[in-house]
């Protein structure tokens, strides 16, 4: 079972370009979770999303920030007209909707991130 | 809003020696919690959690206790190894029943094994 897949890695934008990172969720997830994380710091959370539906985007900045869940395909976290300050290793996480194989709802299971720079 | 919180930023221990590492968090309302390890350029990766109707849980030479009368949460390692050096973060959550929520994740405890 492959894990949390996130792409691409690492991604290099100048002030004014867009981001977009991709998260691919853990096979037989529906739930979604993006986290952003500061040097040296915990995470913090963004969006919780479930397939078409946005959940819980209390996290997320008001601007120029934006998530999606399609139907089919990854979830997309995408930020426009980055600043320096966006600078940060974003990390996406999922869960399974039910009980699966003995794994807990509430568990969250993490990509390795993608870790943009804003030059 | 509340957070989670910890007590010490780094923790240096002896190989093969037991490591504890202590979290306080805030929110009274959580019902689940988890420690994660993180390392050097890699996302989170998943220890053991713990629901706030338990006050320990164990797993591969590791425990977890949860003391909500002082909101105390710690994670124990047996005989520590060459491969626990790493971050280590505890993270709450409220239980929604019907599916999970956002993490509140602590700053982290940076754990350093000595050979």
């Known amino acids: 079972n492959a894990g949390v897949m996130q792409n691409p890695r690492h991604l290099v934008r100048r002030r004014g370009q867009e981001a977009r990172l991709r998260c691919s969720p853990m096979?037989?997830?529906?739930?979604v979770y993006w986290y952003r994380q500061l040097p040296e710091e915990g995470l913090k959370f963004m969006v919780y999303?479930?397939?078409?539906?946005?959940?819980?985007e209390s996290g997320m900045p008001k601007e120029r920030f934006s998530a999606e869940f399609p139907k089919e395909g990854p979830s997309i976290l995408r930020i426009q007209q980055v600043v320096r300050g966006d600078s940060a290793a974003y990390f996406c996480?999922?869960?399974?909707?039910?009980?699966?194989?003995?794994?807990?709802?509430?568990?969250?299971?993490f990509g390795p991130g993608t870790r943009l720079t804003v030059l | 809003g509340e957070s989670v919180g910890l007590h010490l930023p780094t923790l240096s221990v002896q190989e093969g020696d037991n490591s504890i590492i202590n979290c306080a968090y805030s929110?009274?309302?959580?019902?689940?919690f988890i420690w994660y390890k993180q390392e050097s350029g890699k996302g989170p990766q998943f220890i053991i959690d713990?629901?706030?109707?338990?006050d320990k849980r164990q797993g591969q030479r590791v425990t977890v206790l949860l003391n909500k009368t002082v909101k105390h949460l710690s994670l124990q390692i047996a005989a520590t190894q060459p491969g626990d050096s790493a971050v280590y973060f505890c993270?709450?959550?409220?239980?929604?029943?019907?599916?999970?929520?956002?993490?509140?994740f602590g700053k982290g405890t940076h754990l350093i094994i000595q050979p």
């Open positions: 996480a999922s869960s399974p909707l039910t009980i699966v194989q003995g794994q807990n709802t509430d568990t969250q299971y």
């Open positions: 096979k037989g997830h529906s739930h």
């Open positions: 999303l479930q397939k078409e539906n946005i959940i819980d």
């Open positions: 929110n009274s309302a959580s019902d689940y």
């Open positions: 713990i629901r706030s109707n338990m």
């Open positions: 993270a709450e959550s409220l239980y929604s029943g019907g599916g999970a929520d956002g993490l509140t």
